[in-house]
């Protein structure tokens, strides 16, 4: 049995989806059940007692309901939950070790009020994350004991004891334990605050350090608004020291006995997001020797089982995780969720949105790294969540896309890039506090919903060896030799966002477009130049007209500091000063007209080139509940295409110059290859490579289905 070719493949699963009765404890079942090999399974543990009261080997016991199964369900679909030892575990890590695989320990941080055991935490509830109104709510890895110990160097020692008893592949930290939730709604108790004080010397007001002490719901409340209005910004970076120093005991510790540390650290977050309202940086902690990141890129399965019938369905937003993230921390290994279905929150998209995952899965492996010396994708693999009760005919179907989605050999990003910038990150917080504006990843996707699509990001020391279409954002907050290494670049179109009025001329520049947001009290403004490129008396129309529209969305008014914070990443994140749809629409259609592409389409597209000279097309269907077509017209000259997604059937149509109508090659001879017809399922994406006349026409992709 093989390993996914071309990317990584993990899966998270709950104890539901091993059979204990079996004499491997279920090893070989699992991966009969898959088809194929995994990186590493991840057992859904949950409750994280199964560290904190791990007795060791030397006696056999019964795991509590909780670690057999997620919040202790029942069944799944494939069985009843079953009583799990200690020895039935370890026995199951090493079989699937010597498969070839292995078994990571998933840990949560949260608690179920002693639901199926006398919980740990109930005899040390100074370990408790403090929400606001008094609320106790799971574990909050960052405290210290009534002794003034930290609970960290208590959980590192028995972890490190819990994963080499059982013979763990590593250890995978996730919702509750880390990220432990929205700091703005967050711990303000005296321990935390008080770690505050000691760590930035920060001075508090007297009113605020005499209810040091009392952690009464009001008093911590009071004390929790005083630090957010006076001292936010110090607030957020000294959580982001406290995680960083975490994980850098965690990462020593464990990397001491062979095993690995994976972490979730974001929650349907951008970096500057989880920054903001998790108290975490990304970069940070994978610096402090974090293995894989697991990011949450899950549109649908969070769209479909939320239990708000208002939720916005995040496709664009959360896809965009993906390039900013992998820009923001550039090495380490980055992998990301991918919802397949869960029987304990009762939700299945494999079953009950097919089309929308299989957008989920080609997409997310679609964004990519622009670098010195060529492009690496975004992300290196699926974190497949969960992966329990799963048949092999529809691991079968899995495995066919993953691999599509794994297949593309990209060369370049023909779509537009955005420039990321540590420089203008760094400086976000501060900025962000005090004018609510946009920020890149705000950008990203917002350009997205208005149909153009960035394929990749570009970290702003790579820009030199970079060519191509380049959205720069924030280009007032680049540093200044940032602002001149963007001023001279010659090597395709630029686009550069701003906030308020700003001089181009100043930096050099002589912009051919200079647009603002003419109704907003805190207006975004653009500017355009670049070698080549001009600006059409019918675009500069098309742009006035739509800067000419107020949408009618409210301002930000008063003070943006004072604007009020969301509390749940889930259901949104940050506020922003008012940006008209107007301005974002006039916005995208100038990328999408003057970029260098070297295609029209008439839906929603990204666009690379692979390393066989292949041009690689997605092409997204913007309605979820209808069949559409794509139309795309091709400036090189196209010798053949085939369809790599796993939809349409049939080959393109092709256009004939003598008729204009649209013809299948099979029906007859082609003139010309340049216009080309495909069909997109609903809410899906097509998958298309172009092969150009001048590249070999019978080097395609081993995805590839050669039907065109």
């Known amino acids: 049995m093989e390993k996914l070719k071309n990317g990584k493949v993990f899966i998270w699963m709950q104890m539901l989806g091993f059979e204990r009765n079996d004499s491997d404890r279920g090893a070989a079942r699992f991966l009969n059940q898959t088809g194929f090999l995994p990186d590493g399974a991840c057992?859904?543990?949950?409750?994280?007692?199964?560290?904190?009261?791990?007795?060791?080997?030397?006696?056999?016991?019964?795991?509590?309901?909780?670690?057999?199964?997620?919040?202790?369900?029942?069944?799944?679909?494939?069985?009843?939950?079953?009583?799990?030892?200690?020895?039935?575990?370890?026995?199951?890590?090493?079989?699937?070790?010597?498969?070839?695989?292995?078994?990571?320990?998933?840990?949560?941080g949260s608690t179920i009020g002693d639901g199926f055991h006398r919980e740990w935490i109930a005899d040390h509830p100074e370990i408790y994350s403090h929400r606001r109104n008094g609320k106790r709510h799971g574990h909050f890895a960052l405290k210290r004991f009534a002794d003034g110990t930290y609970y960290e160097d208590f959980f590192i020692d028995q972890l490190c004891r819990t994963l080499v008893d059982y013979g763990f592949k590593g250890?995978?930290?996730?919702?509750?334990?880390?990220?432990?939730?929205?700091?703005?709604?967050?711990?303000?108790?005296?321990?935390?605050?008080?770690?505050?004080?000691?760590?930035?010397?920060?001075?508090?007001?007297?009113?605020?350090?005499?209810?040091?002490?009392?952690?009464?719901?009001?008093?911590?409340?009071?004390?929790?608004?005083?630090?957010?209005?006076?001292?936010?910004?110090?607030?957020?970076?000294?959580?982001?020291?406290?995680?960083e120093r975490f994980f850098e005991k965690i990462c020593a510790r464990v990397h001491a006995v062979g095993l690995e540390v994976m972490v979730l650290g974001m929650y349907c977050t951008d970096p500057f997001e989880t920054k903001y309202c998790l108290g975490m940086d990304m970069a940070r902690?994978?610096?402090?020797?974090?293995?894989?990141?697991?990011?949450?890129?899950?549109?649908?399965?969070?769209?479909?089982?939320?239990?708000?019938?208002?939720?916005?369905?995040?496709?664009?937003?959360?896809?965009a995780i993906a390039p900013t993230t992998a820009a923001h921390i550039r090495d380490g290994h980055l992998i990301s969720m991918a919802g397949v279905q869960d029987a304990t929150e009762e939700w299945?998209?494999?079953?009950?949105?097919?089309?929308?995952?299989?957008?989920?899965?080609?997409?997310?492996?679609?964004?990519?790294?622009?670098?010195?010396?060529?492009?690496?994708?975004?992300?290196?693999?699926?974190?497949?969540?969960?992966?329990?009760?799963?048949?092999?005919?529809?691991?079968?179907?899995?495995?066919?896309?993953?691999?599509?989605?794994?297949?593309?050999?990209?060369?370049?990003t023909l779509s537009p890039v955005m420039l990321w910038s540590d420089y203008a990150y760094e400086k976000m917080l501060i900025e962000y506090i005090n004018t609510r504006r946009w920020t890149p990843f705000k950008l990203f996707y917002e350009l997205a919903k208005a149909g153009t699509h960035c394929g990749a990001c570009v970290r702003s020391e790579d820009l030199d060896s970079f060519t191509g279409t380049l959205l720069v954002p924030d280009f007032d907050m680049l540093s200044p030799e940032e602002q001149r290494r963007v001023a001279a670049y010659d090597r395709g179109t630029v686009i550069c966002t701003a906030l308020g009025d700003i001089k181009p001329k100043a930096y050099g520049i002589e912009p051919i477009l200079l647009i603002a947001d003419r109704y907003s009290n805190r207006p975004l403004t653009a500017f355009v130049f670049g070698a080549n490129v001009s600006v059409s008396d019918e675009l500069r129309s098309a742009v006035e007209a739509l800067l000419a529209i107020d949408d009618g969305a409210p301002d930000l008014e008063g003070n943006p500091v004072d604007a009020e914070d969301f509390p749940y990443t889930l259901i949104d994140t940050l506020p922003f000063a008012k940006v008209t749809t107007g301005f974002r629409d006039a916005l995208a259609l100038l990328l999408k007209e003057l970029s260098d592409c070297p295609l029209t389409c008439d839906m929603p597209h990204m666009a690379f080139q692979l390393a066989n000279g292949a041009y690689r097309l997605y092409l997204f269907n913007n309605v979820d509940h209808q069949y559409r077509r794509a139309f795309v017209t091709m400036k090189p000259i196209v010798a053949d295409t085939s369809v790599v997604s796993s939809f349409p059937i049939l080959p393109v149509r092709y256009k004939d110059d003598a008729t204009g109508g649209l013809v299948h090659h099979y029906t007859g001879e082609i003139s010309s290859k340049q216009s080309f017809e495909v069909k997109l399922q609903p809410g899906g994406v097509t998958i298309l490579d172009v092969h150009l006349a001048e590249s070999d026409a019978s080097s395609k992709p081993v995805a590839a289905r050669a039907n065109g």
């Open 43 to 108: 057992a859904l543990l949950f409750h994280p007692d199964f560290v904190h009261q791990h007795k060791g080997m030397d006696e056999e016991y019964v795991l509590p309901a909780d670690n057999c199964a997620y919040y202790g369900i029942p069944r799944n679909s494939e069985r009843e939950r079953q009583p799990w030892s200690n020895h039935d575990l370890r026995d199951l890590a090493l079989n699937l070790a010597d498969a070839g695989t292995g078994l990571y320990a998933g840990i949560m």
């Open 171 to 243: 250890v995978h930290l996730a919702d509750g334990f880390c990220p432990n939730g929205n700091i703005y709604h967050g711990d303000y108790s005296t321990d935390l605050v008080t770690q505050f004080v000691d760590h930035t010397g920060f001075v508090l007001p007297e009113d605020i350090t005499a209810g040091l002490g009392n952690d009464e719901a009001a008093t911590e409340d009071a004390r929790g608004d005083w630090i957010w209005r006076h001292a936010r910004a110090e607030w957020i970076e000294f959580l982001c020291w406290r995680w």
């Open 285 to 319: 902690i994978m610096r402090a020797g974090v293995d894989y990141l697991t990011a949450n890129i899950l549109p649908t399965s969070c769209y479909i089982s939320s239990p708000w019938e208002s939720q916005d369905y995040f496709f664009h937003r959360y896809m």
């Open 348 to 412: 299945d998209v494999m079953k009950h949105a097919p089309c929308l995952h299989e957008r989920d899965l080609y997409t997310m492996m679609a964004y990519q790294l622009a670098e010195k010396g060529g492009s690496r994708r975004a992300l290196e693999g699926y974190f497949l969540c969960l992966g329990d009760g799963i048949q092999r005919e529809d691991w079968n179907w899995e495995r066919e896309r993953m691999e599509i989605a794994f297949s593309a050999d990209v060369e370049r």
